[in-house]
């Protein structure tokens, strides 16, 4: 006899008739999941961030005001020359005020406040080897006297600090983790529980009758199937709401270049998601049902 179709029937009809306690099932895998989600999804864009930047390090290299144009152009070209210098191109003060001009808006009042000056002509220098920056800059030294340069600055400091923060975030994101799942795990099992319970009566007869364990529980681990699945899907969708309303937030720092472009999770972690929500939905049943089955009389 194939007991499939009746299990398949007695766990639809479980979910329509207690479908206020299935909908909270769903809504806490969903709102357990929307938190990780969100956690996964910092750390991915935290982490894409860094490498773009680790990629994109250059020295950036200001010249002393009073210089003039002819000795800046003489530095460029003999810096250029040098074999650990993949490219030099010399920024303007001019270049420097367009560039900020065009990504901030109403900016160019407060530079003519200001006055000349605030935003001096530089040097960006990209290293032909950036896996050691701070090795390349003392080679490049003897190249980058004070009585030239004002400032003299590669960025390497910043990129450590980030990368730092990042392993924080993945600490903090997988401790977590690891507490939201459980406190999931323990409100979802309950409520599959209190369902379990509204039907003891039923499930007392078909003990009495002969019903073996896994016939009595599969229903409920359908049932917790649907929960994680229904809730891992609205998780997702949820995400990506949040990811399209971040990116248009930062829109401006987009534009400036300060951040890459934000990603939403890629299909690995997608899948992730879902099957944490069919573990969490399949796993409270489990629990619930062996519970249940192991206090009856």
Same mark, same amino acid.
């Given at each position: 006899?194939?007991?499939?179709?009746?299990?398949?029937?007695?766990?639809?009809?479980?979910?329509?008739e207690?479908?206020?306690l299935?909908?909270?099932?769903?809504?806490? &895998?969903?709102a357990?999941?929307?938190?990780?989600?969100?956690?996964?999804?910092?750390?991915?864009?935290?982490?894409?961030?860094?490498?773009?930047?680790?990629?994109?390090v250059?020295?950036?290299?200001?010249?002393?005001?009073?210089?003039?144009?002819?000795?800046?152009?003489?530095?460029?070209?003999?810096?250029?020359?040098?074999?650990?210098?993949?490219?030099?191109?010399?920024?303007?003060?001019?270049?420097?005020?367009?560039?900020? &001009?065009?990504?901030?808006?109403?900016?160019?009042?407060?530079?003519?406040?200001?006055?000349?000056?605030?935003?001096?002509?530089?040097?960006?220098?990209?290293?032909?080897?950036?896996?050691d920056?701070?090795?390349?800059?003392?080679a490049?030294?003897?190249?980058?006297?004070?009585?030239?340069?004002?400032?003299?600055?590669?960025?390497?400091?910043?990129?450590?600090?980030?990368?730092?923060?990042?392993?924080?975030?993945?600490?903090?994101?997988?401790?977590?983790?690891?507490?939201i799942?459980?406190?999931?795990?323990?409100?979802?099992?309950?409520?599959?529980?209190?369902?379990?319970?509204?039907?003891?009566?039923?499930?007392?007869?078909?003990?009495?009758?002969?019903?073996?364990?896994?016939?009595?529980?599969?229903?409920?681990?359908?049932?917790?199937?649907?929960?994680?699945?229904?809730?891992?899907?609205?998780?997702?969708v949820?995400?990506?709401?949040?990811?399209?309303?971040?990116?248009?937030?930062?829109?401006?720092?987009?534009?400036?270049?300060?951040?890459?472009?934000?990603?939403?999770?890629?299909?690995?972690l997608?899948?992730?998601?879902?099957?944490?929500?069919?573990?969490?939905?399949?796993?409270?049943?489990t629990?619930?049902a062996?519970?249940?089955?192991?206090?009856?009389?």
């Amino acid at each position: 006899m194939n007991v499939a179709p009746h299990i398949l029937r007695r766990a639809v009809r479980s979910l329509w008739e207690n479908l206020y306690l299935n909908v909270v099932s769903t809504g806490v &895998i969903a709102a357990a999941l929307l938190l990780i989600g969100m956690s996964l999804w910092v750390q991915h864009n935290v982490s894409s961030a860094i490498s773009s930047w680790s990629r994109d390090v250059h020295v950036s290299a200001y010249f002393q005001p009073d210089l003039p144009e002819a000795d800046r152009e003489a530095i460029r070209d003999r810096i250029a020359r040098d074999p650990k210098v993949a490219k030099v191109r010399y920024v303007t003060e001019e270049e420097a005020r367009q560039w900020l &001009i065009e990504r901030v808006e109403g900016l160019d009042g407060t530079l003519d406040e200001l006055g000349p000056g605030v935003l001096p002509a530089s040097l960006e220098i990209t290293l032909a080897d950036s896996t050691d920056m701070e090795a390349q800059v003392e080679a490049l030294a003897p190249w980058l006297r004070d009585e030239e340069f004002a400032e003299v600055d590669y960025g390497r400091e910043w990129i450590a600090r980030f990368d730092t923060f990042l392993q924080v975030i993945k600490m903090l994101g997988a401790s977590m983790t690891l507490l939201i799942l459980v406190a999931a795990l323990f409100l979802i099992t309950n409520t599959v529980y209190l369902v379990i319970y509204n039907r003891r009566d039923e499930l007392e007869i078909q003990k009495l009758v002969g019903a073996t364990t896994g016939y009595i529980v599969a229903p409920f681990i359908v049932e917790g199937f649907v929960h994680g699945l229904v809730g891992s899907v609205v998780s997702v969708v949820g995400l990506y709401a949040a990811h399209i309303a971040l990116s248009s937030r930062l829109e401006s720092a987009l534009t400036l270049g300060l951040v890459p472009s934000l990603d939403f999770l890629p299909g690995a972690l997608v899948l992730v998601v879902i099957l944490m929500g069919l573990v969490l939905g399949v796993g409270a049943a489990t629990v619930a049902a062996s519970r249940f089955i192991a206090s009856a009389p």
